[in-house]
């Protein structure tokens, strides 16, 4: 980890690299895994999702505005249906880019939604901006990787692929959070991992399908809090 911390955007190198590895495994292996020890992983990172944010959300400082823009974020992502449209616009993409029968561009599009879109890779890109801190990342990186194997044994080679836009974009991310580094106060990205913290474990009860939290509708949440701690 420390050894990350000194590489720029050490933390999305690690995630990119770990889902080239998972999907270089899943297109040998994958399919050699029976579906009860696929079910098991993934409640395995559900119990971590559930851990971490718990973990992220004992962080914040002002308990209220967190409250408020969990709240008040929620009901915007809910009144504009954020969540469906996102799972729209990968259903288009998927429609629009896929060639015949061939799964190659079904894969990578899938892929790539899965792994960019979701609030642990903007927190995690900020954390390693800003604090140089790519922990969040890392176990993003093991999720993704894990999510690339079992991707990779049914989609094929495509999925490998999704590695250079997650590369990208959190990358990107990365570099814009350490340039505005100088107007994130401790206090602020302490209530920004607070608030992200809610919304994995929501992440964490969708893997372990206790029930079915629209992650994609508290996204307004993240730009509200900013805002609610720059004022305190």
Known sequence: MEFLSGIPAGGTLFNALAILLGGAVGLFAGRLVPERVQRSIFQCLGLFCLYLGADMALRMQHVLAVLLSFILGTAAG???????????????????????????????VTAALLFCI???????????????NPGLLVTKGVMDGTAALFLAASLGVGVLFSALPVLLYQGALTFAAGWAQALITPAMLADLS??????????????LRITEVRTGNMLPGLILIVLLAALL
């Open 78 to 108: 809910e009144l504009m249906n954020l969540d469906s449209r996102l799972n729209a616009l990968s259903d288009r993409l998927k429609a629009r880019l896929r060639i015949g029968s061939e799964t190659y561009t079904e894969g990578l």
């Open 118 to 132: 979701g609030s642990m890779s903007i927190l995690g890109a900020i954390e390693d901006g800003v604090r140089s």
């Open 194 to 207: 607070g608030l992200g913290g809610l919304m994995i474990m929501g992440i964490g009860l969708n893997l």
